[in-house]
Structures are given as structure tokens and as C-alpha cells.
């Protein structure tokens, strides 16, 4: 059955079903980067079997995990949002396929040819199963009968076995059902952190009005738009992790422009070699602003792994100019106006509170438009 198939979708799995149809069978660990399509999936192994779910920055780096995890004995599940594939296209085709590490892949299936989707996720969408058969990674779509997954599932392992070469379930938008999870308890003295439009608001509020500002995809350019249009913003859409190196790359070509980048933490982490090469470029004043609320929130709220890592140290290490971590208003107003002042690539990690509006829509301006738009006002 190839994902060409496109068979019925007339029922949809029960999370903790898959997940244990698949422990049943010896699967284990799981680790990747979470898709809403999966989003119940990776919630159900952290409520309910913590000790199997993996938290990895990007996706190649979960392929790679999962190669290890084969090599002890294991039997590894990576998820992953298809728009991931070309950051797993190297582990894939130069380690699991050259030293026979299978691992098994599910990868969900946005921008699915007649099933309209962002235009960052069109072309992925279109060549998702192509891709994986030019990997020599046979795939199919995931059966949404718990009986008939558990055959394909047999199969899938007896391909792994036969071939030492992975796997990959095609995951459907609507393939699996909601899953909730208990609510997080709150300490009722936790100061109360800004949310991430309301820390939108005071950065632009606070940087000089000729900044070039690009945010990264998701929910900041879309709040960023929603709230503070302006032809001096650029939405990134998709490409998450690549937002501060475009940010470098007009810093380092508009040099009589501040510049400005507004990043997130699952995205930093994601291409965190990217802070490597801001910090050499001692002669950019990139303002480098990092919205960190520990969480994947555009997928479902799945936690990052930001809570443990020392971005300023990072980025000090890396050579940036200075740092400054803030969680309220008045210090990331005063962050963003001494890093322009001062000059030199600098971080500003600011600490905020998931959530945002339920109704956010999507950005209102092409991609192409808002590319165009920004190219207009760097020239001005």
C-alpha cells in the first residue's frame, strides 16, 4: 500500500492505541521534532511513558539519535513534520543507509496535493512520497484501522529486518485523534510573564523605527504582522531555525541599517550553529532576540529542551557583544534600546508565558510579497 494510495480516512487512531501497538511490538525510544499532525502522539509518550520520548532540536539530529539507539540494541521511532525531511535527508541517505540502521519514520503530510495547506508546506507537500522512494525508504500511509496498522506494522518490521533501511508512515492531516493531557499546576507566586505578542509589542515599540526586523515562522511573524505591520518586517515562513542567518545576512549587506531578529527558543535550538557565525561578525548591529516560553507552541505546546540551556552563555562563548536575559517590560525595553545603542551582535533572551490569541490568523501578505516589500525598504 504506497502513499499514492490515498486510502479512506474514515476513522481516526487513538493516540495511546498507536503508541502502544507500537511498544507491544518492541518499539522504542521516540524521539523528533513535533507536528501538530503528531502533536497527540508525542503528548501521550510525555504523560504517559516519559522515559521513551527524546526531545531532539532538529530533525536530523533525531535520525542520528535514533541510528544510536538501533546500534543498542533498540528499536527507534523518529517523528517528524515532513517540512523536516531535508533536514534528515543527510543522516538518512549517508549514515542509516550506508552503515544499515533502520530506524522506523513517521512523517506527517502537510501541503498534501489537494488538501490546501501554508504555501511554505506546497512543494514539500507534493514531493513528500517521491522523496522518500529516491531515499530507497519505502513508505506508505498510515492505516487508520488499529487491526490493520498492526499487520502493516509487522511488515514495516520485517522490512527493517530483511533490508537493514528504514521505514516511513505518511501521517495525514486528521490521522490522529486529540489527546489531553493534565494541565500544568502553576505556582500561584510565579511572577506573572508577559506573552509573546505583548513582548512583541514593547521591542517595536522600543528599537529604532528604521530597524530591519524579521521574525521567525509561526506564531511571532504572525503576530508580528497582525500587530506591528510595517514594509520593514519580513515574515520567515517555514525554514524554522533559518530566521537569525537571514537576519546576519542583511546585517552583514545593509550595513547603515540596525537590524533586528526575532527568534524563538525550539528554533534557536534548532540551528543553534547559526549563533556560531553572528558572533564573528563583530562588525553587524544584529539584535539578536530570542522569545523563549519552553515550547513548541505552534505544534501543540510540546516542550522544548530551552529551560536547560544557557543561551547567554552561548552566545558570549560564540562572541557576541553582550547579553541580557529579562522577563518584564521595563528590562526588555531597556535591553533592546542599549543593544542598538551599543552596537555588535547581541542577545536578548526574554523569558514569556505560552499562549496566544486562539483566533490568530495567518499572515495576510504572500511570501513573495513580503520578501518584495522588505527588499523595497532596505533600498530606501
Known amino acids: 500500500m504506497s502513499a499514492e494510495s490515498d486510502p479512506s480516512r474514515g476513522e481516526?487512531?487513538?493516540?495511546?492505541?498507536?503508541?502502544?501497538?507500537?511498544?507491544?511490538?518492541?518499539h522504542g525510544p521516540f524521539t523528533g521534532v513535533p507536528c501538530s499532525f503528531l502533536g497527540p502522539v508525542i503528548s501521550c509518550l510525555e504523560t504517559e511513558h516519559p522515559q521513551e520520548y527524546?526531545?531532539?532540536?532538529?530533525?536530523?539530529?533525531?535520525?542520528?539519535?535514533?541510528?544510536?539507539?538501533?546500534?543498542?540494541?533498540?528499536?527507534?521511532?523518529?517523528?517528524?513534520?515532513n517540512s523536516g525531511l531535508g533536514n534528515a535527508v543527510n543522516p538518512l541517505t549517508s549514515l542509516c543507509h550506508t552503515l544499515r540502521l533502520p530506524v522506523l519514520l513517521f512523517v506527517t503530510w502537510r501541503g498534501r496535493p489537494g488538501h490546501p495547506d501554508e504555501p511554505q508546506h506546497e512543494l514539500m507537500g507534493r514531493i513528500t512520497p517521491h522523496t522518500l522512494t529516491a531515499m530507497d525508504i519505502r513508505n506508505e500511509v498510515l492505516p487508520d484501522d488499529p487491526?490493520?496498522?498492526?499487520?502493516?506494522?509487522?511488515?514495516?518490521?520485517?522490512?527493517?529486518?530483511?533490508?537493514?533501511?528504514?521505514?516511513?508512515?505518511?501521517?495525514?492531516k486528521g490521522a490522529i485523534a486529540p489527546y489531553e493531557r493534565p494541565g500544568r499546576a502553576t505556582d500561584p507566586a510565579t511572577p506573572q510573564l508577559m506573552k509573546r505578542a505583548e513582548a512583541i509589542g514593547h521591542i517595536v515599540s522600543a528599537m529604532d523605527p528604521?530597524?530591519?526586523?524579521?521574525?521567525?515562522?509561526?506564531?511571532?511573524?504572525?503576530?508580528?504582522?497582525?500587530?506591528?505591520?510595517?514594509?520593514?518586517?519580513?515574515?520567515?515562513?517555514?525554514?524554522?531555525?533559518?530566521?537569525?542567518?537571514?537576519a546576519l545576512g542583511v546585517a552583514s549587506y545593509a550595513p547603515d541599517r540596525p537590524v533586528a531578529v526575532l527568534d524563538g527558543d525550539g528554533a534557536a535550538l534548532m540551528r543553534l550553529e547559526a549563533m556560531a557565525a553572528i558572533g564573528r561578525r563583530q562588525d553587524t548591529d544584529l539584535c539578536h532576540v530570542l522569545l523563549d516560553n519552553e515550547s513548541y507552541e505552534?505544534?501543540?505546546?510540546?516542550?522544548?529542551?530551552?529551560?536547560?540551556?544557557?543561551f547567554a552563555g552561548i552566545a558570549t562563548a560564540c562572541g557576541y557583544r553582550a547579553t541580557h536575559d529579562v522577563s518584564d517590560a521595563d528590562a526588555l525595553c531597556a535591553a533592546v534600546a542599549r543593544a542598538q545603542q551599543d552596537g555588535g551582535p547581541q542577545l536578548i533572551r526574554v523569558r514569556i508565558a505560552?499562549?496566544?490569541?486562539?483566533?490568530?490568523?495567518?499572515?495576510?501578505?504572500?511570501?513573495?510579497?513580503?520578501?518584495?516589500?522588505?527588499?523595497e525598504a532596505i533600498a530606501r
Do not use: W
Not at 487513538?14 to 511490538?25: C, Y
Not at 498492526?150 to 528504514?166: F, K, N, V
Not at 511571532?220 to 537571514?246: F, H, I, K, Q, W
Open 12 to 26: 481516526v487512531l487513538e493516540a495511546p492505541t498507536l503508541v502502544e501497538l507500537l511498544r507491544a511490538r518492541g
Open 54 to 81: 527524546v526531545i531532539a532540536a532538529n530533525e536530523g539530529e533525531a535520525v542520528a539519535l535514533a541510528a544510536g539507539a538501533h546500534l543498542a540494541g533498540r528499536r527507534p521511532v523518529v517523528i517528524l513534520q
Open 354 to 375: 505560552p499562549g496566544s490569541d486562539p483566533d490568530l490568523g495567518r499572515p495576510a501578505l504572500a511570501p513573495p510579497a513580503s520578501a518584495a516589500r522588505f527588499k
Open 210 to 246: 528604521r530597524t530591519l526586523l524579521v521574525a521567525t515562522t509561526g506564531k511571532t511573524a504572525r503576530e508580528l504582522e497582525r500587530d506591528r505591520d510595517r514594509p520593514e518586517n519580513l515574515y520567515v515562513v517555514g525554514s524554522m531555525g533559518c530566521a537569525s542567518s537571514v
Open 147 to 172: 487491526a490493520l496498522l498492526a499487520q502493516r506494522l509487522d511488515a514495516a518490521a520485517a522490512h527493517m529486518d530483511a533490508t537493514g533501511l528504514p521505514f516511513a508512515f505518511i501521517v495525514p
Open 298 to 310: 505552534s505544534t501543540g505546546g510540546q516542550p522544548t529542551a530551552s529551560a536547560g540551556v544557557d
